[in-house]
């Protein structure tokens, strides 16, 4: 398996639930116990994620959900204290907030997927426990993408804490994998929800068939539970490859030994503003177009651009504002070379109108009864 492949221009993507609403608690932005929210706004945040993938020539690949129906064609919602989900100014249950995928957006958590041996491969991820039922998806979905490009399907478990793709940036022929230690991972705050553990990256390395001399191992640390909250593998018009990074991302001296690996002159410096509050090192380049949150500062856009590189800014108010997140969170990288038919049902070019249309059906407004939240706390 060649890092090279890594970052092909086909990614996988997820529509965001009609009953979206972070669960607090999560990550530094979904700790903040918003009340009201905007289903339909984070669909058209989401569909500007999906344009702009399609404006950097590449593709986004997704399925809608059967599970979504009962929310659609709703005005509004109301989420009790119980957690029960009701159409707005109604008494019927159409569902709970603990059946509701709420994360399913974050597609980064999903699996690494090769190409090896005429064999499409993926190691899945190995999630807290109210996200596990999100791997359905992908099972699904790329056994539709290997049977269309005439490809076998090898899926594997990954046995230890591994959050996905989110911890994995490749930099030319190394990749920096990133995990968390707890009493490290959290050492200036309360405990946190364990995040992928160094056991879980690599297993994903080893099934996916990096040498262990290809990877370099950092630990994360509050308030960055991703890797891809911290830095991403940019690949310059013209170019080596660098890492754009956030130096205080990382646990001790974790950025210093990473830079003493790839290179300082690999090395392009992300600011505290834009990392810990705009999420610039969540962007998302796909060819030589670089999806990046809309608050990212000019400075950050300039060092971009010094990369040969075009930006493309994308609304995030509601989408990953209220949860904490970027372009980066909702998309997942397909290996290069991937024989997918131009009309098939999954590619966004080419069902871009029904995507479109289903903006109608999605409920304008959603509110959450503060008793929600509150007992949840207590729990």
């Not at 499409?120 to 979905?141: S, W």
């Not at 909250?229 to 205080?248: K, S």
Request: with cysteine.
């Amino acid at each position: 398996m060649s890092l090279s492949d890594v970052y092909g221009n086909l990614l996988i993507v997820r529509p965001p639930v009609p009953a979206t609403c972070n669960k607090a608690g999560a990550n530094y932005k979904s700790e903040v116990a918003h009340l009201e929210y905007s289903p339909r706004r984070a669909y058209d945040e989401w569909l500007s994620i999906l344009d702009g993938i399609v404006a950097c020539g590449g593709d986004a690949l997704y399925q809608f959900e059967a599970v979504d129906e009962p929310f659609l064609d709703q005005v509004g919602l109301e989420v009790d204290g119980d957690g029960a989900i009701r159409p707005e100014g109604s008494r019927e249950v159409l569902g709970t907030m603990d059946r509701v995928m709420t994360g399913r957006v974050f597609a980064a958590n999903g699996p690494w997927v090769s190409v090896r041996d005429q064999t499409l491969r993926a190691v899945m991820p190995n999630m807290l426990a109210h996200r596990r039922d999100e791997a359905a998806y992908y099972r699904e979905l790329l056994g539709e993408i290997g049977s269309a490009a005439k490809l076998s399907v090898e899926i594997a478990d990954n046995p230890h804490r591994w959050e996905g793709m989110a911890d994995i940036a490749v930099v030319g022929d190394r990749v920096v994998l990133t995990y968390a230690v707890p009493g490290h991972y959290d050492r200036d705050t309360t405990p946190k929800s364990s995040r992928s553990t160094r056991d879980g990256v690599s297993f994903a390395a080893t099934f996916t068939g990096v040498p262990e001399s290809a990877r370099i191992y950092a630990e994360l640390v509050y308030p960055h539970f991703h890797g891809d909250t911290v830095h991403f593998g940019a690949r310059p018009v013209g170019g080596e490859p660098v890492l754009v990074h956030y130096p205080r991302g990382l646990f001790a001296d974790g950025s210093e030994f990473v830079a003493g690996v790839l290179g300082a002159d690999r090395m392009v410096p992300i600011e505290a503003h834009d990392a810990v509050e705009q999420y610039a090192g969540n962007s998302r380049q796909v060819n030589e177009g670089v999806l990046v949150p809309d608050g990212v500062s000019g400075a950050f856009i300039a060092d971009l651009e010094r990369l040969g590189l075009v930006t493309h800014r994308v609304p995030l108010f509601e989408l990953f504002g209220k949860a904490g997140g970027g372009p980066a969170c909702a998309t997942l990288y397909l290996p290069k070379g991937l024989g997918l038919p131009d009309s098939h049902s999954s590619r966004y070019s080419a069902t871009r109108d029904v995507a479109r249309a289903r903006r109608e059906r999605i409920p304008e407004r959603l509110r959450v009864d503060p008793a929600f939240f509150a007992d949840k706390a207590r729990g």
